[in-house]
Structure formats: C-alpha cells, structure tokens
C-alpha cells in the first residue's frame, strides 16, 4: 500500500507538471497578432475570419490564399475589368471603392477591413465598425509587384494562413520564370516589350518599370522598352506620338478597348507607320487588372505568354 501512495503522488506531481508546463505554451499561442500598417500597427486577438475589402487587389488578394472576402466594393465593375479570380457567391455589396457604404459594411460584421491610401480620410470612421489595416500597393517610389509581394504576406499573417502565402508565393515565382523563358524566346535576344492602353487615340497609357506589368516583367527577366517617367500608377500617357519612341519594340496592349477608339486608333496614319505595325508585332491581351495585387500580375504573366504564343493581332 505504502508503494501505491507513493506512486500515485509521483503520478499526481508528473501530471501537476504537466499542466504547468502546457500552460505557458497554450498562453504563448493565444498571444495576439501585431502587424503594421501605413497608420501604425493593427492588432487581432485572433486571425480574421471576417474581411471586408475595399479595392479590387485585396479582393483577389483574399481569395488566392483562400478565405473569400464578407464584403467587396465594386463587384460588378470587377468581373468587367479584373475577370479572375472569380468573386465568391455570396457577400455584402460595399458600394463604390471611393465611398464604401458604412450601413453595407456593419451588416457584414467583419473583423478586419483593408484600405490603401485613398481611403485614408475615412480611416477614423472605419475603426468604428473593426480594425482597420492600409497598405497601399501604388504610391510614388512603390514598385507595384514589390509592394503588392509585401501586401499578400501580411494579409495572409492577418487571416492565419503565413504558410499559405509563402507557398502560394514560391508558386508565382516558378511559374513567372517559366512564363519569361517562353516570352524572351519569341522576342529574341535583343526584343523588348511595350505595354499600353488604349483610352482613346489620344490618350494612352504606356507602362513603365514600377508598373504592375513592369514590374512583373522584370521578374520575368523581360526587357522593358519604355524607361521614362510614370505616375505614382505606374504609366506615362500620352497620344500616338508616345509611342514613336518605341516602335522598334514589340506592343502588347491591353483590353477592353471600345471598338470606336480601336478604328480612330488603327486608321491614323501615325499608327500605319510605326515599325511595329508594319512589321507584324503588336498582340493584343485579355482583360488584366493593371492596379491589382499578385493574383493579376500572375495573370498577366500568364496571358501575356499565351497571346505572343498565339501570333501577332492581324
């Protein structure tokens, strides 16, 4: 009997040890998530489930590391103008990206909601309703894959889903070495890309290096022909004139295009003489987001492959 009491009071002290050893590390898990922003830091007590989103790259953001998003702005605009990912089938309309409706956004309870920059005034107002975290991707000095690189990692630490990222990250990089091998060897050795956007054949934008498409290209290892000054977006714009310059390159350029500035655009006689119309080398692209995150410049990696694999628009 003497032998059973003493070990169950080993027994008792082992276990007694044992909780006191599991308590500090269930502690330590529960320690809340600190991330900073562009107004400071945000913290959750645990990740976020609930996520409203206020611009386009978020959304597609949210939705390649797996959680979709309670509440997005613009939806209706974003199956026009970013196509893919697909949004989910249900969630709360904000409205506007420039004005998200306040009685919209409390209805969907989220736990954290996204802004970048251009929301900054309304930040107060939004803290109201949940924490609210900024990080902007396009800004003066922000080279936009870079930025939109270090955006998907801390919404994926806010959400939960680190490991997530990184591999979704790791996946990116692989495909976007793929996709530059494919491109450099169609332009050949001394080609070089011109990306642009016709807004009417008087105005068009044409991507520089900090640009998603930019940016994207140089992880590709794609030469750029243009190298002048942008916009904090990324472009410069100009007439059919900005495109001179660079006519020597090979010209992707981007949809939607109205069918009326295409045939102004077409049928000018500046258009007819550049080098690269004469000689066969400009391609048209399907719908990419030119201000998302890493989602829409994968696709535009993507579709950019496929399009100069596909042969020159006739």
Partial sequence: MAVLRFSIACLCLICLGGVLFILPGTAAMADPIVIEHERGTVTLDQPAKRVAVTNWAFAETLIALGLDPVAIADPADYRDWVAKPELPDDFIDLGQRGSPNMEALRKAKPDLILISQELEMAYENLSTVAPVMMLSVYDDGNVAFDAATGMLRKVARAIGREDAGAAYLRKVDAQL?????????????????TVASFYSEANIAVFGAPSLYGSVLVRMNVPLAYQGDVSKWGFARGGLEILAPLAKSTLVYTNPIPDVIHEKAWSSPIWKIMDFVRNNRVYELPVVWAYGGVPSGLRFAKLLTESLESGPVR
Avoid at 184 to 191: K, V
Wanted: aromatic share 6%; proline share 6%.
């Fill in 177 to 193: 070495g793929e996709y530059g091998n494919r491109v450099r060897d169609i332009l050949g050795p001394d080609g070089a890309l």
